[in-house]
């Protein structure tokens, strides 16, 4: 079963430190993934989209990467800023599905 | 000014009765996608579509029922056979065939009592 996974739940970090984020799935075989932004009680937002043959996607003070061997992604999120407290989504696409297979997100607090 | 949107933003409905709910999109992507969030359990894919005309059963399709007669609308029909209506509600769209990279709408929250 394509399964995606993150953990912890929620945490939080003081204003100013470098934020990491893990998502873990269980297929080598992954077409994308995809980190997503959502605020409470909205849609999501995209933010960064890597495909199964890069290694990593960057958009501002976000760095996303991506390895298919050890199953894993990780978001790092530079100098955190309290605008930056939300919950935090991986999905994949793995081959053969053309479907996007969620994580339950982990939800971020920078304490000023 | 292209985009997804949900109507309405709130929705509360008595149990018993059928509530649709809106997405449209101005994107030109073939599909979309509606998914159901609670609280706890991340997203879960009710219904799919990839052209017009078509649409496909996701993890949690019973009690739902969609169609899809134009590209730019998918509604949404939550019907009284589903046992716990009351959820988030997220419609998407995407590209086929592309990246599949896939964009949200902002949601309607849904309560039946």
């Known amino acids: 079963k394509q399964e995606v996974t993150q953990i912890p739940a929620a945490l939080s970090v003081p204003e100013g430190e470098n934020l990491v984020l893990n998502c873990s799935f269980t297929?080598?075989?992954?077409?994308?993934l995809q980190w997503f932004r959502q605020d409470p009680g909205k849609g999501l937002t995209s933010l960064l989209l890597?495909?199964?043959?890069?290694r990593e996607q960057t958009s501002g003070r976000l760095n996303a990467s991506l390895d298919k061997s050890s199953g894993r992604s990780t978001l790092y999120i530079a100098a955190s800023q309290p605008g930056d407290s939300a919950t935090y989504l991986c999905a994949a696409t793995f081959y053969g599905n053309n479907r996007l297979a969620f994580g339950k997100g982990n939800q971020v607090v920078v304490i000023p | 000014d292209g985009g997804i949107t949900q109507s309405p933003k709130y929705l509360f409905r008595k149990e018993g009765q059928n509530v649709t709910l809106s997405c449209e999109q101005n994107l030109n992507h073939d599909a979309m996608y509606w998914y159901r969030q609670d609280p706890g359990q991340g997203l879960r894919l009710i219904y799919y579509?990839?052209?017009?005309?078509?649409?496909q059963k996701g993890d949690i399709a019973e009690g739902y029922s969609v169609s899809r007669e134009k590209k730019e609308s998918f509604p949404l029909t939550v019907t009284s056979a589903q046992k716990n209506p009351t959820a988030f509600y997220l419609c998407a769209s995407g590209r086929r065939g592309d990246s599949y990279e896939q964009y949200f709408g902002p949601g309607t929250r849904l309560t039946v009592t």
């Open positions: 890597i495909q199964s043959s890069q």
């Open positions: 297929d080598s075989a992954i077409y994308n």
């Open positions: 579509s990839q052209i017009v005309n078509d649409f």
